[in-house]
């Protein structure tokens, strides 16, 4: 299953810009009608006491995920940090991106020391409160790759199975890699095609990997767990 946790990595770079532009919009709406209903002064009182708070204890928490990541292997005090700050915004700010977002990044630290099942229920937490369609899409996705890791394949291609534009090559190639985890080749031929198809001729590291994979296949070389 590693494979599936390589691609993740080299997958997410093609959407992190259009994501983080998402979620910049929806943080910027909520702040905008927010200061349009309150009034500036009751706007200014209100982003004090309840937007600042929270972005700093975010920004606390990135430092503590970015500190984690760069060790080799993260120690019980490094994730005991990541998951108390987490653990903060997601119990007393639950409604919040910010929330949704520590979620996420703490879900991708399980993930990366393969505690899948821990990853798993911070996920499923995560898509009961996303609302943009970004979000779910995201989730979705990340749930998947996750479920593929521990053997759940049948729910994971199911939740691979609707994409928007944005993120149809990400569903299609994660497709791919399970079904060739699967012994499926011509399912996975299929999916890798339809991804390529989907980046409409990109040269990007995410397309050129794809590529790498179909030609793989193709010329009988790919290695497939199942016959």
Known sequence: MSNIRSEEQEQLESIKYWFQQNALTIVGAVLLG????FGPDLYQSYKNNKIWP????YSNFSVAVSRAKAMPEPG???LAAVEDLANTLIQDHPD????????LSLAGLNATVGDYEAARERLEWAAEQAQQEADVQLVNYRLALVEAELGVTDAALNRLSGANQHFAPLYAAARGDIH????????????YEEALVQLSGDNSAQGNTIQLKLNSLRSGAGVLSQE
């Open 34 to 37: 927010s200061a349009i209903f």
């Open 54 to 57: 929270v972005s700093d204890i």
């Open 76 to 78: 019980q005090q490094e």
């Open 96 to 103: 919040t991106h910010y929330a949704f977002l520590a979620s």
């Open 180 to 191: 060739v985890i699967l012994g499926q080749r011509d399912q996975a031929v299929s999916a």
